[in-house]
């Protein structure tokens, strides 16, 4: 089975790569750490070297996707997506918006392929945790349920944070440069504005339909994390300026003007003929 997402994401100052045997007497610090050891349910305690190496042996298991987080080349903490999703922070890391920025990159790269949904499970004392969750749209569960933490070696209350792929592309949709053009998905508030760049669309011109037909035509075309969807064009200033429909035989592209289209469609053309939004 392929890994969902890339071995190495990097951002800025922040980088995720897989786990080492290197990385293992750090690792083993952090998790055993009692202000991090609490809040993580299912890992061993105390972690040891055994623990450690079993850790180690897990993230190659195949859609057991373990990245370290980095900053500035240390080892920060790390993120698991797999059955589950878990992650921790060493205390020195807290409070910087790390983990969010962390998250944020790896349930991205998980997502651009199709995916499972993504399952976190937090203790109900874990504020910290809950809210980033919250912030990047996970959905709490309405009932709380009780969860076994070898910390404490009792049943803790908990609560499931669930983030669905279409959840995650609607509150987070990708947006890529090609020139001086940018492509995003299209929304149920762009249908005037498109409207506008198809007139033929009256005249039943394949793929565009009738005007009244927009709305089920994009919700039918919407992006879901695969190469395929409609996308709205803008140009430098944020205006939409063209639409690109993009499906298995190629794509097709229609401008708001000529003016727009002598300025745009060639760089967008040969984006969309690299395979702008294939998965990586």
Known sequence: MMSDIPDVLQQDDLRLRPLTEQDLPEVAAQIGDSRV???LATVA?????????????HSRHPGEDLRLIERDGAVAGGI?????????LA?????QGLM????LLAVAARFARPAPPLIATC???NSASRAVLARLGFAPSPIGRRMFFQSTQRAEPCRDHLMAPEQWHLLHPPSVTAGSATLRPARQQDAATLARMLPRAGAGAAPWPETEALPDFIEAHRFRGTPQGIFVI???????VGVALIHEDGGHVCFL???DEARHRAIVETALGAGLFSAA
Do not use: I, K, T, V
């Open 37 to 39: 050891a609490p809040w």
């Open 45 to 57: 305690q105390p972690f040891d070297a055994a623990a450690a190496n079993a850790l180690l042996a």
């Open 80 to 88: 698991c997506m797999g059955h589950a999703l878990w992650y921790w």
């Open 91 to 95: 205390p020195a890391y807290w409070r």
């Open 100 to 103: 969010q920025r962390a998250l």
């Open 123 to 125: 203790h109900e004392d």
């Open 234 to 240: 803008e140009d430098d200033n944020r205006r939409s």
């Open 257 to 259: 003007s000529e003016e």
